[in-house]
């Protein structure tokens, strides 16, 4: 470190040094979630702002700043319960996520927002993750169709018929003068 004039700080397997002001990283830092939860939640008010994030309090994860990523279940990522995955997070927290989302003011709309999920036997592989939205018509399981979706993914990606599926749902009627808001999500622990 002679040439720094800062602090050297090791996190992950990356060093960082601090150099006349710049930031300098030495091995690239690789954001693999180790694990994952699920969770969903419904909110109901007269904002759809703040139906959103009752929605979010009812699943449990309004603390953390969210940030939506695709579709991808990771390989070796480990299925927690959300009360243990929430441990090993703090509030203000960058938390990725797969979320699905719906908001709407219709009265007596059904609206719904689910994750679908198809884990491979093989921890090496990646599996995958659906996330769908939108109004209820009829008796569909869209839970259902979710875990199917994923399914279909991981058999078109590498021929294999997944080892686990499951899904996670959240439904709501839309109440009178108000917006209502679900959500389904698969929170991910870096």
Not at 42 to 51: C, I, K, T
Not at 110 to 130: H, K, Q, R, V
Request: aromatic fraction near 8%; charged fraction near 25%.
């Amino acid at each position: 470190m002679s040439e720094t004039t800062g602090i050297r700080i090791t996190a992950s397997g990356c060093n960082y040094a601090q150099k006349s002001g710049d930031l300098t990283v030495s091995h690239p830092l690789k954001l693999v979630p180790r694990k994952v939860f699920f969770t969903k939640g419904v909110g109901s008010h007269e904002d759809a702002l703040v139906s959103f994030e009752l929605a979010l309090r009812d699943a449990g994860i309004e603390k953390f700043n969210l940030v939506p990523v695709s579709s991808i279940y990771p390989p070796g990522c480990e299925i927690v319960e959300q009360e243990d995955g929430l441990k090993e997070l703090s509030p203000g927290q960058i938390v990725f996520c797969v979320m699905a989302r719906e908001t709407s003011n219709e009265e007596g709309k059904e609206i719904f927002a689910s994750i679908g999920a198809a884990i491979p036997s093989d921890p090496s592989l990646n599996g995958y993750i659906t996330e769908y939205h939108g109004y209820r018509n009829g008796e569909e399981d869209m839970g259902r169709y979710a875990e199917e979706m994923a399914a279909y993914m991981l058999r078109t990606a590498f021929e294999i018929e997944p080892a686990k599926t499951f899904s996670v749902t959240a439904r709501a009627v839309v109440e009178k003068d108000k917006y209502t808001t679900v959500v389904a999500a698969a929170v991910f622990v870096i």
